[in-house]
């Protein structure tokens, strides 16, 4: 009887130790808990995966998601987003949506090109501010911008409590929180620094291959078109001392709104 109590008990446990992880798989993050950036990633993994590129459908099944998670976590996809959306505010990131998106990209437009840049998951977002011309291997579907994303958490805190996302987040921690996601980010030297068409097949060659047609920034110099404002003080001071040597990675990066 002992044995047979023994291999009970072993059963019961074993038992216990496959529900944790069945639990674990299926439900990974539990109403009331808070949301860490992997878990963030882990969604946007997730609608990509289900939605491939079909945008509202993300959209949709993201708020699912957030349905079932509740307020807390809603609220923490919310800031953390936007904690990503600030941190991916580069001028040389803004210069290649110049280049993808189809008709420019304006400063709105910048906004859902980081959106859908986030969309794109972790890695691809990664090694964007490590290298925008890495975005030469990804797809530039939707027009490169995914403006619903934007409003996914609000609209989903909404419809939970009534609240408003953005009057809801606590400005200290979302500081505190914004200085955590920049840990795990590695810019790459120049990532900040508007280009011109004079500097931007250097800076971005793959993209300008596949993007620009043939003499294209020549037909802009010889017109003296710009990228930039070049009126504009923010333009003219990020620009002082011309285009940086591509010799590494940055940290002193300009964040917007910071």
């Not at 590129?53 to 800031?79: E, K, V, Y």
Request: net charge negative; aromatic share 12%.
């Amino acid at each position: 009887m002992r044995a047979n109590d023994e291999e009970l008990e072993q059963w019961a446990a074993e038992c216990d130790s496959l529900a944790g992880g069945l639990k674990k798989q299926w439900y990974p993050a539990q109403p009331g808990m808070e949301m860490s950036k992997s878990d963030f990633w882990e969604l946007i993994a997730g609608a990509k995966k289900e939605c491939g590129q079909n945008m509202d459908a993300s959209s949709q099944w993201l708020a699912g998601q957030l349905i079932a998670r509740g307020p807390q976590q809603t609220q923490d996809f919310h800031d953390i987003l936007n904690g990503y959306l600030n941190l991916s505010y580069q001028y040389g990131l803004w210069t290649a949506a110049s280049l993808m998106c189809e008709n420019g990209c304006s400063d709105d437009g910048f906004i859902d090109f980081r959106a859908w840049l986030i969309a794109q998951g972790e890695e691809v977002y990664m090694a964007a501010l490590a290298d925008p011309d890495s975005l030469a291997d990804v797809e530039a579907y939707g027009g490169c911008q995914f403006e619903e994303l934007l409003y996914t958490g609000n609209e989903t805190m909404k419809h939970l409590t009534g609240k408003d996302a953005y009057e809801n987040t606590d400005p200290d921690a979302y500081k505190a929180l914004v200085a955590e996601l920049k840990k795990g980010i590695t810019y790459g030297e120049g990532v900040d620094y508007p280009y011109e068409w004079d500097e931007v097949e250097e800076y971005l060659p793959r993209l300008c291959e596949k993007y620009l047609e043939p003499c294209a920034v020549e037909f802009h110099l010889k017109s003296h078109h710009t990228i930039w404002f070049s009126d504009c003080p923010d333009i003219q001071k990020a620009r002082e001392g011309g285009p940086p040597q591509r010799n590494g990675p940055q940290t002193d990066i300009k964040m917007e709104g910071m």
